[in-house]
């Protein structure tokens, strides 16, 4: 069954250049990090610095389309960086970027390289569709403080992901909730490539396009759809 999508109108208003593609997959295998996803992640970093030649990641103009879309909803993006801009950062760092598993690997290699905020999902944890809007306030986000589980609230008018359980997203790509995370039991995935004008759609839909091959390249016989969104109103 295909994941339900919707992006609110007040998101649209926000910011009327946002896109995004989904790819979603089943039959994935998933497991610690390897070499291979290592070395994508690697040549990812080396294909940022070439598209930024010389650029801080916050200088190129689809991080500063996200960093306005912040501001726009109240978020300081000095701060609350969009995944995009915090992972390309990481990766110019001496640190360079982490090994989490093979799948958030993969696609935080599309993400780095693309310039492109990249999430995953596990389609066996998200409860009934998701969407993208703007928090009342009173919607939960549960996160994990030493140990626990803890209960936050995203800021009125806030941009979040939701699913039929509570936020799994906040700020609309900058923390991920652990319990929607993909870990290496994960067979099922949900990938939404979100982009902002200048950022032409056909840039998206390459990116989307090298995420699905990596994805059959290291699960072999997965199905795999890429698809755009449905522009359902909601």
Same mark, same amino acid.
């Given at each position: 069954?295909?994941?339900?999508?919707?992006?609110?109108?007040?998101?649209?208003?926000?910011?009327?250049?946002?896109?995004?593609?989904?790819?979603?997959?089943?039959?994935?295998?998933?497991?610690?990090?390897?070499?291979?996803?290592?070395?994508?992640?690697?040549?990812?970093?080396?294909?940022? &610095?070439?598209?930024?030649?010389?650029?801080?990641?916050?200088?190129?103009?689809?991080?500063?389309?996200?960093?306005?879309?912040?501001?726009?909803?109240?978020?300081?993006?000095? =701060?609350?960086?969009?995944?995009?801009?915090?992972? &390309?950062? =990481?990766?110019?760092?001496?640190?360079?970027?982490?090994?989490?598993?093979?799948?958030?690997?993969?696609?935080?290699?599309?993400?780095?390289?693309?310039?492109?905020?990249?999430?995953?999902?596990?389609?066996?944890?998200?409860?009934?569709?998701?969407?993208?809007? =703007?928090?009342?306030?009173?919607?939960?986000?549960?996160?994990?403080?030493?140990?626990?589980?803890?209960?936050?609230?995203?800021?009125?008018?806030?941009?979040?992901?939701?699913?039929?359980?509570?936020?799994?997203?906040?700020?609309?790509?900058?923390?991920?909730?652990?319990?929607?995370?993909?870990?290496?039991?994960?067979?099922?995935?949900?990938?939404?490539?979100?982009?902002?004008?200048?950022?032409?759609?056909?840039?998206?839909?390459?990116?989307?396009?090298?995420?699905? @091959?990596?994805?059959?390249?290291?699960?072999?016989?997965?199905?795999?759809?890429?698809?755009?969104? @449905?522009?359902?109103?909601?």
């Amino acid at each position: 069954m295909t994941l339900t999508l919707t992006v609110s109108e007040e998101v649209r208003a926000l910011a009327p250049g946002f896109t995004h593609i989904a790819v979603e997959a089943h039959g994935l295998v998933n497991g610690p990090s390897t070499a291979g996803s290592s070395a994508l992640l690697d040549a990812a970093a080396r294909r940022l &610095a070439v598209r930024l030649d010389g650029r801080a990641p916050h200088e190129d103009p689809h991080m500063v389309a996200w960093r306005e879309a912040y501001t726009a909803f109240g978020s300081k993006p000095s =701060r609350t960086r969009n995944s995009a801009e915090a992972l &390309a950062k =990481r990766a110019l760092s001496e640190a360079g970027l982490p090994r989490i598993n093979v799948l958030v690997d993969l696609y935080n290699a599309i993400s780095v390289a693309h310039l492109i905020p990249v999430g995953g999902e596990d389609l066996d944890r998200v409860q009934g569709g998701m969407r993208l809007l =703007r928090a009342t306030g009173d919607e939960d986000f549960v996160t994990v403080a030493a140990g626990e589980d803890v209960v936050e609230h995203p800021d009125a008018g806030e941009v979040v992901w939701c699913d039929e359980t509570g936020v799994t997203c906040r700020r609309w790509n900058w923390r991920q909730g652990p319990r929607t995370r993909l870990t290496e039991e994960s067979v099922s995935a949900i990938f939404l490539l979100e982009s902002l004008a200048p950022m032409p759609v056909a840039d998206v839909e390459t990116a989307a396009a090298e995420l699905a @091959e990596l994805l059959e390249k290291f699960s072999p016989g997965a199905r795999i759809e890429i698809r755009a969104a @449905e522009p359902v109103r909601g």
